[in-house]
């Protein structure tokens, strides 16, 4: 059964930062794509960030150099630098990996960013 686990949340003023953490169980190179959504009260989960197993990255447009995400095969953890945060970020943040084939998307149980003005 595969775990994903967040941490790292909080509340920053505007213009802060924080590291989200998303560790999983077992090795996470099994994942074709992990990346983080968010989703605020009222709104659709949306894509913040992908990461490919080769490392290639993918950015909403929104949180383009801003945001960065990163993984450590090693410790089997997919980060999110979250830098310049504006109270528009404000949102549940979660972590999740895909397989593709046989298709399966994993979620994280989510973690709360609350950026104030």
């Excluded at 595969?2 to 090795?27: F, K, N, P, W, Y």
Aim: charged share 20%; proline share 3%.
């Amino acid at each position: 059964q595969v775990q994903l686990v967040e941490s790292g949340g909080g509340s920053v003023r505007a213009g802060g930062s924080l590291r989200l953490s998303c560790a999983a169980s077992g090795s996470i190179f099994r994942f074709d794509v992990m990346g983080w959504y968010h989703q605020a009260p009222g709104r659709q989960r949306e894509l913040v960030a992908i990461i490919t197993r080769g490392g290639i990255t993918n950015y909403a447009d929104s949180v383009k150099g801003r945001f960065t995400i990163s993984r450590d095969n090693a410790k089997n953890t997919v980060y999110l630098d979250l830098n310049s945060l504006k109270p528009e970020d404000t949102a549940v943040y979660y972590c999740h990996a895909r397989i593709t084939y046989p298709a399966y998307d994993y979620w994280g149980q989510g973690t709360q960013v609350t950026v104030s003005s």
